[in-house]
């Protein structure tokens, strides 16, 4: 099972053909367009920097309307709701001149309502700040006169004025209070403090020291002092207030075409797409020269698009070295765990897919780990709710599609293992009934009971897990010609592993099956070396690795561990649930114990058989043969965030 077979494409199309040849592309979805080599200069880019920056400029507008119209969309949404579906031709044709200008009306009111909030807030300000001196009769913030400097301003609600007035005794100075508000012993004020000029600057740091801060909003005999200021200001707060109130209205009623806002937000997501595809290629004078790679299983509609355009055009094998990107292609089943693959690292062009071997030896270890009738249950029930109800994207639907499979491996698993809520039936006639010493009701064995059986099954479950990632490097080394060092590097562990298995049957049999692998390690693995005595010191030293590989078979006793831990706690909640016995108070107590109780125990170990579950992939599994570092195939496709194609 190798990756998806890639062709190299090269077409030269009329030059004012490319946009439409590349619209019709990108509504194929199967070509990744790559950078064209432009060679000695014959060949230009093309000039798309005007359609660019008109384009990020509409997207910015367009953005920066859903942002703002969001925080006044009053529309009732639900998370079961289906997203906004259409067609590929009316969704990059039907939303332009008008939706664009709506969003720009819409940034337009954004900017009205954030001038309007600070306006409001400033006189907001204002008014607090006039708020003391109302009813005073002195010229803000300054009254000065030929000889004499008047200031009015605040303090501190901690401020000693007391003793401020004592320090400014020394000067040709008055200090009157205009406004003293006591609380909790201590005093906020709001003064007046009139100067000689020649002792200002004195008194100004004495002031300034003593925490005054000077009022700043101004207000003269001809707004009749701070009192005709306070009315005039109040006056243009409340209209400010009102035209704030009329432009969130307005933002409201926007807020209802926000929908088709966000459908040209894609829109223009997938034009700019299309630009930067268009900015890879190359052109002459009349014509055009795309490149890029197209998976064989669409080279024929990729042709037939290609005819219709009268385009010339040719699909070649990759060469070596080239960077060609890779395509998973796996069956129903399989592809359901193909994020799991991709999560570590997608495989490179040539090599082996490991997927459906993934989705057989998950599916089986992540039964085992939360081997439980009742969570697989849940699980299941779950994923396939969601997968109904919340309208997941495609990589969404795979993920809940893969764990409800789990789900019934794990239910699977319980019924072998005994696992309803860990001993549910049992605990309930126990703690209940008063029954005991109740039979299991597993098909196979109680892991619980019989932990080293569980252990002997988690560890063969492991070995064939391990032997099976060899003997696809086995294949690997045949299928490129290296067909000896199949043999020596993997054939020569694999008969010394079937020599192991077959001494629990015949131990004479067992030890010369193994000891032929062992012979063939040391004959061939020094091969490389050119002095004998080094040849046949590598060989005795490659038998050492049966350490590593005692330890990689070693990892999935974890298999053990979490199915022990899911059962035991699930045991452990079960007996709390059931001490109360048949009471009103015992029912009501087995309610709330089981239901937190299996909660906490499904989601903690739900996660917990995740992790290790993949880990057992990555690490014990891919070691064995995978070679990772391949590109992820990026065909030219429409970029959708809040509308789905049909």
């Not at 090599?351 to 998950?362: N, R």
Request: include cysteine; charged fraction near 20%.
């Amino acid at each position: 099972m190798a990756v998806s077979e890639m062709k190299k494409l090269s077409c030269i199309a009329c030059k004012e053909d490319t946009d439409r040849l590349m619209a019709s592309l990108q509504k194929l979805s199967c070509v990744e367009v790559s950078v064209t080599d432009r060679g000695d200069g014959e060949l230009t880019s093309p000039d798309t920097s005007a359609d660019a920056e008109a384009l990020a400029r509409n997207a910015a507008e367009a953005k920066r309307a859903v942002e703002f119209l969001m925080v006044y969309d009053c529309g009732k949404y639900s998370p079961f709701d289906a997203p906004r579906e259409a067609s590929i031709d009316d969704f990059d044709s039907g939303l332009d001149a008008v939706t664009l200008e709506e969003a720009r009306e819409a940034c337009a009111l954004s900017d009205r309502i954030a001038e309007l909030s600070t306006a409001v807030a400033d006189e907001s300000a204002a008014l607090a700040a006039l708020s003391p001196w109302r009813g005073w009769d002195v010229a803000l913030p300054e009254d000065c006169t030929a000889h004499t400097v008047t200031v009015c301003g605040t303090f501190a609600p901690n401020a000693d004025v007391n003793a401020l007035e004592e320090r400014l005794g020394d000067f040709a100075c008055v200090l009157q209070t205009v406004q003293s508000a006591q609380k909790k012993g201590k005093g906020s004020y709001a003064v007046c403090v009139s100067a000689h000029r020649d002792d200002w600057d004195e008194v100004r740091k004495l002031l300034t020291q003593a925490g005054f801060s000077k009022c700043t909003v101004s207000a003269d005999a001809e707004g009749g002092y701070a009192e005709g200021a306070y009315k005039v200001r109040s006056e243009r707060l409340r209209s400010l207030e009102t035209q704030l109130a009329e432009a969130k209205a307005q933002a409201k009623k926007q807020a209802e075409k926000i929908s088709d806002i966000k459908a040209l937000c894609d829109v223009l997501a997938t034009r700019k797409k299309r630009l930067e595809a268009k900015e890879r290629t190359a052109q002459t004078g009349r014509t055009s020269v795309i490149c890029g790679w197209v998976p064989v299983s669409c080279v024929k509609k990729v042709e037939k698009l290609f005819d219709s355009f009268g385009v010339a055009y040719d699909f070649s094998e990759p060469d070596e070295g080239d960077d060609v990107p890779v395509v998973l292609n796996n069956n129903a089943f399989a592809s359901n765990f193909e994020p799991i693959v991709s999560m570590y690292a997608l495989p490179l062009y040539g090599t082996f897919d490991p997927t459906m071997l993934v989705a057989v030896f998950y599916t089986v270890i992540f039964g085992l780990m939360l081997a439980d009738v009742g969570y697989g249950l849940i699980l299941l029930l779950g994923c396939l709710a969601g997968i109904r109800l919340l309208h997941p994207s495609d990589s969404m639907k795979r993920m809940l599609q893969m764990f409800a499979i789990c789900g019934v491996s794990c239910m699977v698993a319980g019924v072998l293992f005994g696992g309803y809520f860990g001993d549910l039936p049992n605990a309930i006639r126990e703690g209940f009934g008063g029954a005991e010493d109740l039979p299991s009701p597993a098909l196979w064995f109680d892991t619980v009971d019989q932990p080293m059986m569980f252990l002997v099954v988690s560890l063969a479950v492991g070995a064939v897990h391990m032997i099976c990632g060899m003997i696809v490097k086995f294949i690997e080394l045949c299928r490129r010609g290296h067909v000896f060092d199949a043999i020596a590097d993997v054939g020569s562990w694999l008969i010394v592993f079937a020599g192991i298995g077959v001494f629990f049957v015949s131990s004479l049999a067992g030890a010369v099956v193994a000891g032929v692998g062992v012979l063939m390690l040391i004959c061939t693995q020094g091969r490389h070396e050119k002095n004998i005595i080094m040849k046949f010191a590598k060989g005795v030293m490659s038998l050492y690795d049966i350490v590593s590989y005692a330890s990689d078979l070693l990892s999935y006793s974890r298999i053990l561990a979490l199915g022990l831990a899911s059962a035991v706690i699930a045991s452990v909640v079960n007996l709390l649930a059931t001490m109360g016995g048949v009471t009103v108070p015992g029912i009501i107590l087995f309610v709330i114990v089981f239901l937190i109780g299996h909660i906490i125990n499904f989601l903690v170990n739900l996660l917990g058989t995740y992790v290790h579950t993949s880990r057992l992939q990555y690490i014990e599994f891919f070691g064995k043969f995978y070679e990772s570092g391949g590109r992820e195939f990026a065909p030219l496709a429409p970029d959708m965030k809040y509308v789905r194609l049909k």
